[in-house]
């Protein structure tokens, strides 16, 4: 039984290694160096803000000192924030122009943040962007960003580009968990599948989307998405599904600003949307809890678990699929300055998702599930039956 589980878990490292896009290179990335174009299209970066006080500041001063050569207009939407966010916001210096408005009560059937998308899109409707650049509240990018993104987006012909922005990654906890998220989430959604045109594969990463104003319309508008948790992927699908072209790639310098010095804050994110991702099923959450184990915890135990089941093949099974766990780990334990040792570290912390990921499900039916920043959208709310994910 040992042997099967783990000859299965090599199986599934050689095919995800090989096979599987490879994306576990890490190697989507804006180019560092680009021809500046002729024309730089006009921009408007929106901004939706719920009490991120501790970092709006620096957030809207980084938009603000945008080199970018185009008009680049910035919408900070509060939204419903009982603490200083929007004063802080109104107080950035910059070049670029900005306008801090409030998002009304949170309408049914819409999710928080694309409530606030909409309502900073509905604010600048006259004036008509080429492009829109929605980023997150607790996301500082340095100068050049927007004008790589824009010189992505022109110069290979994208409707949508989207970075992974890096994560913070200091505390006990955020050294565990971030770099992991990172892999799991590239091993979902492959980037270089999301980046072929004839591939279904459709990602974005929420903290950083640059999007052609006409794609969005094509797509419907973020009315078509308003109930979507897991919104990033659910736009990028919808872009992908009515001929758009994406682009998904790691940021090399945008990073997040949020902290997680705790376990708390990063179990939350894990319960608030993995049973979303599995669209509510618990057949799929089985599946899913089952593959973990397999793939992830079969060679530790057929390796570790020598001394008891004496089988020397189910031992060296185990050793492959175990350093093919680490072998494929390893440039993003490097991309966030870990050491490569820590690979071997990964089964762990899947067991440690895979709990998580149970006990997503359990919030669901418990009706507490899709809890964020003091809303809840799980199936007793008025989004609860729009928020599964593609």
Same mark, same amino acid.
């Given at each position: ?28 990335? +804006?180019?560092?160096?680009? !021809?500046? &174009? %002729? #024309?730089?299209? =006009? ?9 991120? $006080? ?59 943040? +694309?409530?606030?998308?909409? !309502?900073? &899109? %509905? #604010?600048?409707? =006259? ?9 997150? $509240? ?253």
């Amino acid at each position: 039984m040992i042997l099967a589980a783990a000859s299965l878990s090599l199986a599934a490292w050689i095919y995800l290694l090989f096979f599987h896009h490879r994306f576990w290179r890490g190697d989507q990335r +804006l180019p560092s160096v680009f !021809t500046p &174009l %002729t #024309s730089w299209p =006009s921009v408007v970066a929106v901004v939706p803000a719920r009490n991120e $006080a501790e970092t709006i500041g620096a957030v809207v001063s980084a938009l603000r000192a945008q080199d970018y050569a185009g008009d680049l207009r910035i919408v900070v939407v509060d939204d419903a924030s009982t603490d200083s966010t929007a004063d802080l916001a109104r107080s950035t210096p910059g070049v670029h122009s900005l306008d801090v408005i409030t998002a009304p009560p949170l309408e049914a059937g819409w999710t928080g943040k +694309l409530w606030a998308l909409n !309502t900073g &899109l %509905t #604010s600048i409707a =006259s004036y008509a962007p080429a492009y829109l650049w929605f980023t997150d $509240a607790d996301v500082v990018h340095p100068p050049a960003t927007l004008s790589r993104l824009m010189a992505k987006a022109i110069t290979d012909h994208r409707d949508l580009v989207s970075l992974m922005v890096r994560l913070r990654c200091e505390s006990f906890w955020e050294r565990r968990l971030i770099p992991a998220f990172i892999f799991f989430f590239q091993m979902l959604y492959p980037f270089p599948a999301t980046n072929d045109d004839t591939s279904s594969v459709a990602a974005a990463a929420g903290g950083c989307v640059l999007l052609r104003s006409e794609a969005l319309s094509r797509a419907g508008g973020l009315a078509a998405i308003r109930g979507r948790i897991i919104d990033d992927c659910a736009l990028a699908a919808a872009i992908k599904k009515t001929g758009g072209r994406l682009w998904l790639g790691l940021s090399d310098a945008s990073h997040s600003l949020r902290r997680a010095d705790t376990l708390e804050p990063l179990w939350s994110m894990v319960q608030r949307t993995a049973y979303t991702q599995l669209n509510h099923s618990i057949i799929l959450l089985f599946l899913t809890v089952l593959a973990l184990a397999v793939i992830f915890l079969a060679p530790p135990v057929a390796l570790l678990g020598l001394p008891w089941h004496r089988d020397v093949m189910t031992a060296l099974v185990g050793l492959a699929a175990w350093v093919g766990i680490t072998i494929a780990y390893g440039p993003t334990l490097r991309d966030y300055g870990r050491s490569a040792w820590e690979g071997g570290l990964l089964p762990g912390i899947a067991l440690l998702y895979t709990v998580m990921t149970l006990d997503s499900g359990v919030a669901h039916w418990r009706q507490k599930g899709g809890q964020w920043k003091g809303r809840h959208y799980g199936p007793s709310s008025s989004a609860g039956n729009l928020s599964k994910s593609p």
